[in-house]
């Protein structure tokens, strides 16, 4: 009898996940209480890539702090510049001109196809599938070739700016999107016969990580994690910003809200960015880039060169800063990994009394624990693969 | 007027201290002490039906005082709208208010984020740790405007 006994005893165990661990995407702790392979309790721990970039952007001036936002979420460098501006911009009560913000719109969802590429390649990998890897990262490659034409570099783009952009696009840049645009449709369905049918794939997908509509509300997920339990809530279609009325696109849905309708939701996302990118490539229009506010935007180079007053307007805008009113805005944008809205309070200044940042990594990651409850310590890998965390867009 | 804002209006007038409008953003500045029975009929009426609570941040307003505010950021996915809430905390040595964690869920590591930050304690929150910076750090809160960018 006291043996029996005994025997049905079990202690629990405590194990570090990370916060070097590659499948955990960057630098995240979860801390997890296991009972056999079974989940008692998983807590992430955060905050190991926190840089402060809220503090450090009320000390300087609204420019200044665009390049902080390209590092909000890394992979995605251009999506969280379109919120900075798009809020600045608010906050000053301007609107760029109608070829910028469709330029804009172009990049932003080129940027979308790349994020949802990294997503693809390093979630199919985490879960043992190789093959994803190589084919996704070929095409994200392709995208980066395109990034730096644009703006010289791959990852921190900085090419949006308040008013406007930092130049036009380079001579030849459609034409390669064109071609870019043209073939990536071919290349999910290659994803997709990899993966999609996959009876691996399905297996440590389908009915992981399940969240009800009621409960994604309630824990604050965004984008394509609400998307994926079937709420039907697209910030660009929804609530309008940078002309994304003008454009014909499809919200795709989930309907079982796991991992896997998640997955399906993502690659669909992808097609309808190629749309929106192909509609912007047809109806692209002539004209400035910038608004006409010398307040706002700075002279043309050539104008600076050759004459005091647009000398003067270029080295008040650099050293005083845009000095928007006294004011406090709230700006949402629909970044690839959900919402990300910036709550920007200005007090008259060059420089903002505070800038938050409503980072959709962080709000999604928060329902960690309540998905890990109850599942097997492998699914823990499937979750966070899921959740298409950047650990630097969690810490800020 | 918005729908959100005849609400509280009709519900509680006397916590309202002012409606304010600023490019097509409304915020509803509120005495702290009612902020869960606030947030709960804004997030159960179905005129308004603010079920999603995209953000809590807390400013600081020094040399003001009151110097702290949180404003909380609402969505509302029936009808595709916004509205934030914004309380000035009484006390500027220890600030505190109100959890609304059992309003959203989705508040417990917002909140967190802005006790860790700055040092706004929220009553009856289930877990109030420090979650960015680390738990061994000195009771100091690096947004406090006090607190320089560098070299503390």
């Given at each position: 009898?006291?043996?029996?006994?005994?025997?049905?005893?079990?202690?629990?165990?405590?194990?570090?996940?990370?916060?070097?661990?590659?499948?955990?995407?960057?630098?995240?702790?979860?801390?997890?209480?296991?009972?056999?392979?079974?989940?008692?309790?998983?807590?992430?721990?955060?905050?190991?890539?926190?840089?402060?970039?809220?503090?450090?952007?009320?000390?300087?001036?609204?420019?200044?702090?665009?390049?902080?936002?390209?590092?909000?979420?890394?992979?995605?460098?251009?999506?969280?510049?379109?919120?900075?501006?798009?809020?600045?911009?608010?906050?000053?009560?301007?609107?760029?001109?109608?070829?910028?913000?469709?330029?804009?719109?172009?990049?932003?969802?080129?940027?979308?196809?790349?994020?949802?590429?990294?997503?693809?390649?390093?979630?199919?990998?985490?879960?043992?599938?190789?093959?994803?890897?190589?084919?996704?990262?070929?095409?994200?490659?392709?995208?980066?070739?395109?990034?730096?034409?644009?703006?010289?570099?791959?990852?921190?783009?900085?090419?949006?700016?308040?008013?406007?952009?930092?130049?036009?696009?380079?001579?030849?840049?459609?034409?390669?999107?064109?071609?870019?645009?043209?073939?990536?449709?071919?290349?999910?369905?290659?994803?997709?016969?990899?993966?999609?049918?996959?009876?691996?794939?399905?297996?440590?997908?389908?009915?992981?990580?399940?969240?009800?509509?009621?409960?994604?509300?309630?824990?604050?997920?965004?984008?394509?994690?609400?998307?994926?339990?079937?709420?039907?809530?697209?910030?660009?279609?929804?609530?309008?910003?940078?002309?994304?009325?003008?454009?014909?696109?499809?919200?795709?849905?989930?309907?079982?809200?796991?991992?896997?309708?998640?997955y399906l939701v993502r690659m669909e996302e992808m097609r309808q960015s190629n749309r929106i990118v192909r509609q912007v490539l047809e109806n692209l229009p002539a004209g400035d880039i910038n608004v006409a506010d010398p307040r706002v935007a700075l002279p043309p180079k050539e104008r600076v060169y050759n004459n005091i007053e647009?000398?003067?307007?270029?080295?008040?805008?650099?050293?005083?800063?845009?000095?928007?009113?006294?004011?406090?805005?709230?700006?949402?944008?629909?970044?690839?990994?959900?919402?990300?809205?910036?709550?920007?309070?200005?007090?008259?200044?060059?420089?903002?009394?505070?800038?938050?940042?409503?980072?959709?990594?962080?709000?999604?990651?928060?329902?960690?624990?309540?998905?890990?409850?109850?599942?097997?310590?492998?699914?823990?890998?499937?979750?966070?693969?899921?959740?298409?965390?950047?650990?630097?867009?969690?810490?800020? | 007027?918005?729908?959100?804002?005849?609400?509280?209006?009709?519900?509680f007038p006397d916590e309202i201290v002012e409606i304010y409008e600023f490019r097509g953003d409304t915020t509803i500045i509120i005495k702290p002490e009612k902020i869960v029975e606030i947030c709960t009929l804004l997030r159960d009426d179905r005129e308004t039906s603010f079920r999603y609570l995209s953000s809590v941040a807390a400013?600081?307003?020094?040399?003001?005082?009151?110097?702290?505010?949180?404003?909380?950021?609402?969505?509302?996915?029936?009808?595709?709208?916004?509205?934030?809430?914004?309380?000035?905390?009484?006390?500027?040595?220890?600030?505190?208010?109100?959890?609304?964690?059992?309003?959203?869920?989705?508040?417990?590591?917002?909140?967190?984020?802005?006790?860790?930050?700055?040092?706004?304690?929220?009553?009856?929150?289930?877990?109030?740790?420090?979650?960015?910076?680390?738990?061994?750090?000195?009771?100091?809160?690096?947004?406090?405007?006090?607190?320089?960018?560098?070299?503390?």
């Amino acid at each position: 009898m006291n043996g029996a006994q005994t025997m049905s005893q079990t202690e629990t165990m405590v194990l570090n996940l990370g916060p070097q661990h590659p499948s955990t995407h960057g630098v995240l702790r979860v801390v997890v209480e296991l009972e056999g392979e079974l989940i008692v309790k998983a807590d992430p721990d955060i905050g190991y890539l926190h840089r402060g970039i809220e503090k450090m952007c009320e000390f300087r001036t609204y420019h200044q702090c665009l390049p902080l936002t390209d590092r909000i979420d890394y992979l995605a460098g251009s999506a969280n510049n379109l919120g900075f501006v798009l809020a600045v911009e608010k906050l000053l009560g301007v609107e760029v001109p109608k070829r910028c913000q469709y330029i804009r719109v172009m990049i932003a969802e080129l940027t979308r196809i790349s994020s949802h590429l990294f997503w693809l390649g390093t979630h199919g990998h985490d879960l043992g599938a190789m093959t994803p890897l190589f084919y996704a990262f070929r095409e994200r490659e392709k995208l980066m070739d395109l990034f730096e034409m644009v703006w010289g570099g791959r990852l921190f783009p900085c090419y949006f700016r308040i008013g406007g952009l930092a130049a036009d696009l380079p001579e030849g840049f459609t034409d390669q999107v064109w071609e870019f645009v043209e073939t990536f449709p071919k290349k999910i369905e290659d994803y997709e016969n990899l993966l999609t049918y996959n009876r691996i794939w399905i297996a440590r997908t389908k009915g992981v990580g399940v969240m009800t509509p009621d409960e994604v509300l309630d824990w604050g997920w965004s984008g394509p994690m609400a998307r994926g339990s079937g709420v039907d809530w697209d910030l660009r279609r929804d609530n309008p910003y940078s002309r994304y009325e003008d454009f014909d696109f499809v919200v795709p849905l989930g309907s079982n809200g796991d991992t896997y309708d998640r997955y399906l939701v993502r690659m669909e996302e992808m097609r309808q960015s190629n749309r929106i990118v192909r509609q912007v490539l047809e109806n692209l229009p002539a004209g400035d880039i910038n608004v006409a506010d010398p307040r706002v935007a700075l002279p043309p180079k050539e104008r600076v060169y050759n004459n005091i007053e647009a000398l003067i307007n270029h080295f008040l805008i650099i050293e005083e800063g845009i000095i928007p009113p006294v004011g406090e805005v709230y700006q949402a944008i629909e970044a690839p990994k959900g919402e990300l809205g910036f709550y920007i309070a200005s007090d008259g200044t060059g420089h903002p009394l505070r800038v938050k940042i409503r980072a959709p990594s962080f709000a999604n990651l928060a329902a960690l624990g309540k998905l890990a409850k109850g599942r097997l310590l492998a699914d823990l890998i499937a979750l966070i693969g899921t959740m298409d965390i950047v650990l630097a867009d969690v810490d800020r | 007027m918005s729908a959100a804002v005849e609400k509280v209006q009709a519900q509680f007038p006397d916590e309202i201290v002012e409606i304010y409008e600023f490019r097509g953003d409304t915020t509803i500045i509120i005495k702290p002490e009612k902020i869960v029975e606030i947030c709960t009929l804004l997030r159960d009426d179905r005129e308004t039906s603010f079920r999603y609570l995209s953000s809590v941040a807390a400013v600081d307003y020094l040399p003001a005082s009151p110097r702290f505010a949180v404003v909380y950021h609402l969505y509302s996915h029936r009808y595709k709208n916004r509205v934030a809430l914004k309380a000035f905390l009484e006390d500027d040595a220890y600030p505190s208010i109100h959890s609304v964690v059992p309003v959203w869920s989705a508040a417990n590591w917002h909140e967190r984020e802005c006790y860790d930050l700055m040092g706004i304690q929220f009553r009856g929150h289930p877990d109030l740790r420090r979650i960015l910076t680390p738990a061994e750090c000195e009771a100091y809160f690096p947004l406090r405007k006090e607190i320089p960018v560098r070299g503390l």
